[in-house]
């Protein structure tokens, strides 16, 4: 009897689920077509990019040079790199991009690990931009990116504008296939009904624009997120969206704006990723309870059926396994996943993107079972761990210094803990500058 209520009450919010995402949320966009990705391009105001740097070598050269190849008018932007005390040569090979920069690019360094939010909050705190746009140190920018999310800013109550993010190491393997087409649909189709009422719940970090007047007002919750004492660094860029909407402001996407990640090309590192993904999740629709039910009543419930999704699936799944239903159960996943990579074909060979098989997606039907069935359980257990999966993270670090570019210049300032920093020494040139490694106060 409880079995078939939970089938039954799992059939009822794919229903719910599957009805908002690709039936009412296609309507939306088509009934709203005129407003529904709404820019203007005459609004240009100073834009600073923040980029939060944690061991990622020689690539940040790759996301640093696309950010200066940005089609933004020079004057009105800069770019600063906040790197959080890596363990190899990403400071030394951030800084070597100095140069180049003509005055754009300020290197960072925190005197401590802080995780990526407080590094975002320190060039924050410290720049008088209008715009932050927050990048991700892994990913590669389109040129005209920040210009089509700056130009969504069509109302001044509108405080967020994410863009796309598309995978880069598309063809690395069959992993890397299967991400871009599940990447292809978060953006495409399951956004459509939260893009619809300006009520973009999860904006990614890899590249989202923000109202910097925002971000102040929201520092002090930013700056001190834990759970039972312990500070987490997961799921910044889903909690300070949430933060967001829920002080009363809007925020939207366009597809228009495209950066590329790179995406995990080993099973291990992508179930770490998953696992960080789901405490966020876990966490953060909880936390919505308290307030998400005073938005947009559709809105709402889509909210709750996720919510209820992410915990009824396992308990189902248990119950398959059980009752020895598993193997029809994975057919039935094997067909629905076809059927959704045949749509991912159709919809994205209209547009200008390098397509995977459609049959590539395939295996995310056998990793389902095990992201829910075993990480979904694990992750509510672990909802205070402090650490990034994906990378270890020193909790101390050595302490670092500040290298930024003047003209043809660099001055270098030692980093403090957080905000404080004080100038040592000036008028240095540039190529020394970067090579510079000043003991710390």
């Known amino acids: ?157 509108i405080a967020a504008v994410g863009g796309w993010v598309d995978v880069r190491n598309k063809h690395d393997n069959w992993l890397t296939r299967m991400q871009t087409i599940k990447y292809f649909f978060s953006y495409h189709f399951l956004k459509n009904l939260e893009w619809a009422f300006r009520r973009v719940m999860c904006l990614s970090g890899c590249l989202t624009a923000y109202r910097r007047h925002v971000l102040v007002e929201l520092h002090p919750i930013l700056e001190n997120r834990e759970i039972c004492g312990v500070p987490i660094k997961y799921g910044e860029d889903r909690f300070l969206t949430r933060q967001i909407v829920k002080a009363g402001y809007p925020t939207t996407m366009t597809l228009k704006a495209v950066c590329w990640t790179a995406a995990p090309t080993k099973l291990m590192d992508y179930l770490s990723q998953q696992l960080r993904w789901r405490r966020s999740n876990i966490v953060d629709y909880v936390g919505a309870l308290s ?49 959704f990579g045949v749509a991912y074909w159709w919809k994205a060979r209209k547009l200008d993107v390098e397509l995977v098989h459609p049959l590539a997606f395939i295996p995310i039907a056998l990793i389902l079972p095990v992201i829910y069935a075993l990480l979904t359980p694990l992750a509510l257990f672990t909802l205070d761990s402090g650490s990034w999966e994906t990378r270890d993270h020193d909790e101390e670090s050595d302490e670092g210094a500040e290298v930024e570019s003047t003209d043809g210049e660099a001055t270098a300032t030692v980093a403090r803990p957080m905000l404080d920093s004080v100038a040592v020494s000036s008028s240095v040139p540039t190529s020394q500058a970067a090579r510079a490694e000043l003991p710390a106060a």
């Not at 709203?32 to 600073?48: A, M």
């Not at 740097?53 to 008018?73: K, Q, V």
């Open 291 to 339: 307030h998400v039910w005073r938005l947009n009543p559709v809105i709402a419930v889509h909210y709750f059926s996720l919510f209820a999704m992410l915990l009824a699936y396992p308990a189902l799944l248990m119950t398959a396994i059980i009752k020895g239903k598993l193997f029809s159960m994975m057919v039935r996943q094997v067909i629905v996943v076809t059927l």
């Open 1 to 157: 009897m409880l079995n078939n209520a939970l089938a039954l009450l799992l059939q009822a919010l794919g229903l719910v689920l599957f009805f908002n995402r690709f039936v009412a949320g296609i309507m939306l966009r088509i009934l709203k077509r005129k407003t529904f990705d709404e820019c203007d391009y005459s609004y240009q105001p100073t834009v600073t990019v923040v980029v939060p740097m944690y061991n990622e070598g020689r690539e940040i050269r790759r996301t640093i040079g696309s950010l200066l190849a940005l089609d933004y008018p020079a004057a009105k932007m800069d770019l600063v790199v906040v790197d959080d005390c890596s363990t190899d040569d990403s400071y030394q090979h951030a800084c070597a991009m100095i140069e180049s920069s003509r005055g754009r690019l300020r290197v960072l360094r925190n005197r401590r690990n802080q995780g990526k939010r407080q590094s975002i909050n320190r060039a924050v705190m410290e720049s008088t931009a209008e715009i932050i746009v927050s990048v991700d140190s892994d990913v590669v920018v389109d040129r005209v990116a920040v210009r089509e999310m700056v130009a969504r800013f069509v109302k001044p109550e």
